[in-house]
């Protein structure tokens, strides 16, 4: 999904001449981080409200402040990763598009980022999610697409993090299918390291354990 299809028209824009206490205001109103200035359709930064909460003249400008102001930004035919990674990056809730003409075009929020990002990861839709560990020099995403369709699963989301000082990579799969247990143990018998597992395992089984275990326990 690119940016520009994420854009939230509904956060305010300051300039230059607005007032300190105007800004606090509407950053107060909108629970957000940083606020756009911009003048005309020049996007001239963000400035957070840590920065105004260091005024304590509020009848003063927010231009008092335009030393600190974030001037980065993103462009809107970027994917909208980018603007997850300029969320992290800057700390910020909302993130500045700009097109590449250089016209400020809106913001785009972290809570819209997360609602499509459950999209995107396919965690609106449920199913089972087991987590691999493994060397890097392992992993085989074909190996591992086959293992799963071998099981009639179909995965929804693979996700990978490597840790840089040990060389181990861990794989989240979000498959399909709550019951995962066939899944589970096909990967042990290829000696994978499942280091965690949620979905439905034979409920039925577990349920008849239970009640063997409630009926040896009512004879004792």
Not at 8 to 19: G, R
Not at 110 to 135: C, D, H, R, S, W
Not at 166 to 172: E, L, Y
Request: net charge negative; charged share 20%.
């Amino acid at each position: 999904m690119l940016i520009s299809e994420i854009i939230n028209t509904n956060i305010p824009q300051l300039h230059l001449q607005d007032s300190v206490a105007k800004a606090k205001q509407l950053i107060g109103d909108f629970k957000l981080t940083h606020l756009p200035v911009v003048a005309e359709q020049t996007f001239l930064g963000l400035v957070s409200e840590e920065d105004l909460l260091d005024v304590d003249d509020e009848k003063l400008t927010i231009e008092t402040s335009q030393p600190n102001f974030i001037k980065q930004f993103v462009f809107e035919d970027l994917h909208m990763l980018h603007a997850i990674n300029y969320c992290n990056q800057q700390e910020s809730n909302i993130v500045p598009v700009l097109n590449r003409q250089q016209i400020y075009v809106g913001v785009t929020t972290a809570p819209l980022l997360l609602k499509y990002v459950g999209e995107f990861t396919g965690a609106n839709e449920m199913g089972g999610i087991i987590v691999l560990e493994m060397e890097r020099v392992h992993f085989s995403v074909s190996e591992i697409s086959r293992i799963v369709e071998s099981n009639d699963c179909t995965i929804l989301q693979l996700n990978t993090i490597s840790n840089p000082s040990n060389g181990i990579i861990t794989i989240t799969l979000h498959v399909n299918k709550k019951d995962i247990a066939t899944l589970v143990a096909t990967f042990e018998r290829y000696e994978y390291q499942i280091q965690h597992q949620w979905g439905i395992q034979h409920f039925e089984d577990r349920m008849d354990e239970n009640y063997k275990n409630l009926m040896h326990y009512l004879q004792i």
